[in-house]
């Protein structure tokens, strides 16, 4: 059995080449600090009290890189720790970040520590917690290192959009478990080739991994600790390691209501349990988290002091399409999806340039109140579920 420490030594996850840091910057979800603002602190954080993050299994880098690089660009006052385990990870992410010149605290070692280097405002987590031995036991140290009005951000596995995956891990770990790490990965890429057309591994357009690298592929396939959490799964054990969900990066994907009317009186979870079903194709969970019993602000563009900013959408073009009675296209794995806003909704999408305000935008395109709060309302209830939207003072000038 190839343990954890030699997997990732072995094969650094996500492969990474450092010099790309002079040419683009890497950006996802978790831990941009934009939707960190959005879901955790109702888009009202204060930037200028600096935010002490961890980054817990931070691997290559990906996470980190993007959330010390973002607060860096915005001159907002970070303390950021890096912590993995795998030393050849963490190699890859200190060089990226040296490339970059950021500051970035780097220690070698088990997240179960986490609150010796603590405490922190915000813990990212992503991609860790399923590969643990004791994953609640995980949960449990990250909510220990949490300071008071702090969440974190966090992904995990999911079930469905995952299918076929098990099968083979579950395959090879029997009959390659004996193999040092580079053997497995050649014996397995051989066997794949007689893997059927039918296998559902095969019919799974959601999964790309194993094609992109070796390290794709190894985490993928030949993960030695790997479970999946379904949403219920999930939500079960915030409940039972001290964490309530705050949440979900893409809310939409989880709304029963935009996939059929029925089961409208189910309680939440149940919903929520039956859309992940009905889409069969999430595969991560992408969530932020509070400690159990902390209210969560909720950001939402009735509060018109808040800057709303766009992800994934250019302003310009999206007004373009919207004035043209266009839908904006959605794209969400291997399905596409349309959103529709009104017309008169344009001028105020156009002038969304993450630094004014939610008021100053509707005073600029001179828009009356009563119609500039239904058109906002519209913006917000189309684009906000899939994170399109989000709402933080980050570029606001301090
Ligand atoms: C799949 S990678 C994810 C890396 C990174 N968070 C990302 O999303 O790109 C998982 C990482 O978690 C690290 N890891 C696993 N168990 C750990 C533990 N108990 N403490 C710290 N790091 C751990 C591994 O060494 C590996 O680098």
New binding site residues.
């Given amino acids: 059995m190839v343990t ?2 030699e ?3 072995a094969y ?3 492969e990474r080449d450092p010099s790309e840091e002079r040419r683009r910057l890497i950006t996802g979800s978790p831990s941009h600090p934009l939707e960190m603002d959005h879901a955790l602190w109702g888009g009202a954080r204060d930037w200028s009290r600096p935010l002490r993050a961890l ?10 890189i993007q959330l010390a690089q973002v607060l860096k660009s915005a001159g907002a006052p970070a303390e950021i720790t890096y ?4 030393a050849s ?1 963490r190699r890859v992410a200190e060089e990226r970040a040296r490339v970059r010149g950021l500051d970035i605290t780097f220690r070698t ?4 520590e986490a609150g010796e280097h603590g405490p922190f405002d915000y813990i ?5 917690l399923h ?2 031995d004791d994953p609640e036991a ?1 949960f449990r140290a990250l909510r220990a290192a949490l300071a008071p009005g702090g969440g974190m951000g966090m ?1 995990v596995y999911a079930p469905y959009g995952r299918s076929g995956v098990y099968p083979l891990q579950e395959a090879f770990g029997a009959i390659l478990g004996g193999l040092p790490p580079e053997e497995r990965l050649n014996a397995a890429k051989g066997i794949m080739g007689g893997v059927p057309q039918g296998h559902p591994f095969r019919s799974n357009p959601n999964l790309v991994d194993h094609a992109a690298s070796d390290a794709g592929f190894y ?1 993928l396939l030949l993960h030695g600790q790997d479970r999946p959490y379904s949403v219920t799964e999930l939500l079960e054990t915030f409940d039972a390691t001290g964490w309530q969900l705050a949440r979900f990066a893409m809310p939409g994907l989880y709304d029963l209501g935009a996939l059929t009317p029925h089961g409208a009186d189910l309680p939440e979870r149940a919903r929520m349990a039956a859309a992940e079903k009905l889409r069969g194709t999430i595969k991560t969970h992408i969530a932020y988290a509070v400690p159990e019993g902390a209210e969560v602000p909720k950001a939402s563009v009735r509060d018109t002091k808040l800057v709303p900013h766009l992800r994934g959408l250019k302003a310009d073009a999206a007004a373009r399409a919207v004035a043209a009675g266009k839908p904006l296209p959605l794209r969400l794995g291997s399905e596409t999806r349309e959103l529709s806003l009104p017309k008169g909704a344009a001028p105020l999408l156009g002038a969304i340039d993450g630094r004014r305000s939610v008021a100053e935008i509707s005073a600029t395109v001179r828009l009356d109140p009563i119609a500039a709060a239904s058109h906002w309302g519209r913006i917000e209830a189309a684009l906000a579920p899939w994170g399109l939207m989000l709402l933080s003072g980050l570029l606001r000038r301090r």
């Fill in positions: 954890l420490a997997h990732y030594d650094p996850y996500p980054v817990a299994g931070g691997g290559t880098g990906d996470g980190l912590l993995d385990l795998s990870a070692g088990s997240l179960l990212d987590c992503c991609g860790v590969h643990l995980g992904m985490d």
